[in-house]
């Protein structure tokens, strides 16, 4: 049995953080049996505008807020500090470095695992990490058609049944700029900071 500890490995923009985030990570954490959660704040997303991010220390606050009463989740900066594009490859190369006796396990939706293959290096990303996969409503693929595309994936993906939620961060942003609700969709704490640096408007 092995006593390494197993790290979830959790990124994204994160703009705003919210429930949905969290309910698939806990899901996640409790059945890959991972210690702890490191969110992940990207730097510098290279499938996004970098105009149209937030600033990253409102993003960085904003996990704060929300993850203040969870103990087994931590946030990591490694990505915000880092010059150049936020490429996962990167970042799990840099925690490796940092948790050698660590068992990195990086978490994302089918959505995403279904575009693995194209991703930069992503046979190097399977060696640097296992796969925790949650389920996405409206989402098929067949895993073991990314294993044949990416043969070094194959033995470590494991994808997860989670609670399905019709959230996420555009929509929040849009919902913000018409000034319709967001009460429950965030943790309050992040709502009311966004009220208060009047973000999305």
Do not use: N
Request: glycine share 6%.
């Amino acid at each position: 049995m092995s006593l390494r500890e197993r790290i979830g490995v959790f990124g994204g923009t994160f703009d705003p953080v919210h429930v949905g985030h969290l309910i698939v990570a806990a899901d996640l954490r409790h059945a890959l049996r991972l210690d702890r959660v490191l969110y992940v704040p990207a730097g510098r997303p290279p499938h996004k505008d970098a105009d149209l991010v937030s600033a990253d220390a409102d993003r960085l606050a904003m996990i704060e807020l929300a993850l203040a009463d969870d103990p087994l989740a931590e946030i990591s900066t490694v990505d915000l500090e880092r010059p150049g594009p936020s490429y996962t490859v990167d970042l799990l190369a840099i925690l490796r470095s940092k948790l050698p006796d660590g068992q990195l396990v990086f978490l994302m939706g089918e959505d995403s695992l279904r575009d693995l293959p194209t991703w930069h290096r992503p046979k190097e990303i399977a060696h640097l990490a296992e796969f925790g996969v949650a389920t996405r409503p409206g989402v098929a693929f067949d895993p073991e058609a990314i294993c044949a595309q990416l043969p070094a994936a194959r033995g470590r993906i494991s994808v997860v049944e989670t609670v399905q939620l019709s959230i996420s961060s555009s929509d929040i942003r849009r919902r913000v700029r018409a000034g319709a609700p967001i009460r429950h969709q965030v943790p309050r704490a992040v709502e009311d900071f966004i009220a208060e640096r009047r973000l999305y408007r």
